[in-house]
T-cell receptor, first 116, second 113 residues
């Protein structure tokens, strides 16, 4: 079974530039999450999708961050314009829901963003 | 508000020694409880989870955790640490049925040869 795929693994940009991260979840997983992990901290939820609908985006800085999950599969997280404090690892995770769900989150390897 | 506390930021143990990583949570009901491990440059991998039933749960790589309702704790243990266990460990909680996960700030484990 293929895992959660993310790209790019690393990205360096200057402040005020834009960046986009892509995530392909495990096949059949209805729920997809984007987490931000700043160095030395635990993952913080940015947005949670179920299929192609947003379940929770309360901690997403909507003035600069946007995310979409077209057709309920792949997802893209965009930052525009980037700030220095956006330097972090962006983790994508997916999980099953309902019958058969183990409640486990499956994570990708993350996309490390450095904003100069 | 729900929260997860991992009081130890760094822990150093010698190879072969026992290990206990602490986790306390704040939530009205018993949530689902998880421990994840993150090796450098990698995503998070599930070590073990507790949903209900037996309060001592076994996980991968020889880890176990004990849920103590009276203390709102879910501490992770390993009887004998291996050098390959050096990583960062995260405790997470999820209110049952919500599919929402809250992570602690992590404990970085260093293993001395």
């Amino acid at each position: 079974e293929a895992g959660v795929a993310q790209s790019p693994r690393y990205k360096i940009i200057e402040k005020r530039q834009s960046v986009a991260f892509w995530c392909n979840p495990i096949s059949g997983h209805a729920t997809l999450y984007w987490y931000q992990q700043i160095l030395g901290q635990g993952p913080k939820l940015l947005i949670q999708f179920q299929n192609n609908g947003v379940v929770d985006d309360s901690q997403l800085p909507k003035d600069r961050f946007s995310a979409e999950r077209l057709k309920g599969v792949d997802s893209t997280l965009k930052i525009q314009p980037a700030k220095l404090e956006d330097s972090a690892v962006y983790l994508c995770a997916s999980s099953q829901v309902g019958d058969g769900s183990t409640g486990e989150l499956f994570f990708g390897e993350g996309s490390r963003l450095t904003v100069l | 508000a729900q929260s997860v506390t991992q009081p130890d930021i760094h822990i150093t143990v010698s190879e072969g020694a026992s290990l206990e990583l602490r986790c306390n949570y704040s939530y009205g009901a018993t949530p689902y409880l998880f421990w994840y491990v993150q090796s450098p440059g990698q995503g998070l991998q599930l070590l073990l989870k507790y949903f209900s039933g037996d309060t001592l749960v076994q996980g991968i790589k020889g880890f176990e955790a004990e849920f103590k309702r009276s203390q709102s704790s879910f501490n992770l243990r390993k009887p004998s640490v291996h050098w390959s266990d050096a990583a960062e460990y995260f405790c997470a909680v999820s209110p049952s049925g919500t599919y929402k996960y809250i992570f602690g700030t992590g404990t970085r484990l260093k293993v001395l040869a």
